[in-house]
């Protein structure tokens, strides 16, 4: 996404009109309008004005990313007590089908004891509580998967 829909989608978020922006930053509203639609840049010093009245860091206003955003929102939002009433497989298995049905096809028994002996030697070794070592253990596994996509390429 170019840095014009990023400002354009950040200021939307903010719930302020390019007047408003304006207003704040000590410009027209036209020059708003043109950082919006990717015809003029603002500078540094304008930049870091946005990603304050946005609140954002001016990494996060370049690489403003409206779904993204809300995502971060609703985790940010959903606490224990929500999280152990969702039916995790069920709500992914929309989108990946293979998590509502491989337990007929895979022994997950042997996993399972892999897993937990990863879990444990996380726990030991690095004094972490269950569940983070549970998180740590997720995010490996994320890394692995990224890193065989990008070979995939």
Do not use: C
Request: aromatic share 10%; proline share 1%.
């Amino acid at each position: 996404m170019e840095l014009g829909n990023n400002l354009y989608n950040a200021r939307k978020k903010s719930g302020l009109s390019q007047e408003e922006v304006a207003e704040k930053l000590g410009v027209s509203r036209q020059t708003i309008s043109k950082w919006e639609l990717g015809e003029t840049l603002p500078d540094i010093r304008q930049s870091k004005k946005l990603s304050t009245l946005y609140h954002l860091s001016l990494d996060e206003l370049i690489d403003f990313d409206l779904d993204v955003q809300e995502i971060q929102e609703v985790i940010d939002k959903t606490n224990e007590e929500i999280s152990d009433k969702v039916d995790w497989t069920k709500a992914w298995g929309k989108k990946y089908p293979i998590l509502v049905n491989y337990q007929q096809r895979v022994y997950t028994s042997a996993y399972a004891n892999e897993l937990e002996t990863l879990l444990d030697d996380l726990q030991k070794k690095y004094g972490y509580n269950e569940l983070d070592a549970f998180l740590v253990l997720k995010d490996i596994l994320a890394v692995v998967w990224k890193s065989r996509r990008a070979n995939d390429k």
